[in-house]
């Protein structure tokens, strides 16, 4: 593929840092697959380029749907998956009411909607499409509170077969009491190709609970990591209509 715009160039490293970091990882799609198997319709919010999406549908293609707001991502995951995709804000998805039986927001990304009112008004839209005896998992990392400010520094090198070059990933941390601040930079042979901005709020500061009850929505449970090992690392939400 040709890269050609500073969207798609952002979908391919995005693609690059997951295959270079999370290839070896699949517990979580083991987890949101198992999910899935009981459900008539499956939601996937923040579907990125398909990593969970594609195999959730490969067990169900006409009852998977994925939403993103990445235009560049969603084409990436429309080659990979035969599920409908949809490009659009999870803080107003257009759905029908109570069209899934199951919604999932995988990859932390609940964390990236900074503020209480973004939060909220995704819980109300998901609210309002999920059937009444449906099910919303929220997969949240507590990862973040146990990093601390700090300046740029390398975290990723490797090679990109799409880019046709070896591309280093860097990091500069600014933590703050809610949230920490992560700017990359994707750089090759040493020239700047793309910098990127993402703050995720601390799983202590998401007031998960509170909001889902002023949304009409209540947590019935929590799983603490993918398996039946216990992980201090993740906490996965499992919410239901009150």
């Known amino acids: 593929m040709s890269v050609v715009s500073s969207a ?9 840092n997951n295959q270079l970091r999370l290839r070896a990882q699949m517990e979580d799609i083991r987890f949101w697959v198992k999910r899935a198997e009981g459900a008539s319709s499956t939601l996937i919010v923040g579907c990125g380029t398909g990593r969970v999406i594609n195999p959730v549908a490969g067990r169900q293609p006409d009852r998977a749907v994925g ?6 991502r969603l084409r990436r995951a429309s080659a990979r998956t035969s599920a409908s995709l949809v490009c659009a804000d999870v803080r107003q998805m257009p759905f029908k009411d109570e069209s899934f039986d199951l919604l999932v927001f995988p990859y932390s990304g609940f964390q990236l909607l900074g ?3 973004d939060r909220c008004a995704f819980m109300v839209s998901a609210r309002r ?9 929220l997969d949240v990392s507590t990862r973040f ?3 601390s400010s700090q ?11 799409e880019l046709q070059a070896e591309v280093e990933e860097y990091e500069t941390l600014q933590s703050s009491i ?21 703050e995720w709020i601390f799983a202590r500061s998401l007031q998960i609970e509170s909001i889902a009850r002023a949304c009409g929505l209540s947590v019935v449970d929590v799983h603490y990591g993918y398996t039946e090992a216990r992980s201090p690392h993740r906490a996965l939400y499992e919410l239901r209509c009150s």
């Open 178 to 198: 809610d949230a920490i601040l992560i700017i990359k930079e994707f750089t090759i042979a040493d020239h700047t190709i793309l910098c990127l901005r993402e």
């Open 8 to 16: 798609e160039l952002e979908a391919a490293l995005y693609d690059w």
């Open 129 to 137: 499409v999920m059937t009444r005896d449906g099910r919303l998992w």
């Open 151 to 161: 300046p740029r520094a390398l975290v990723a090198r490797g090679w990109s077969s």
């Open 145 to 147: 509170e146990e990093r």
């Open 67 to 72: 939403i993103d707001v990445n235009l560049a």
């Open 115 to 117: 503020r209480v009112a």
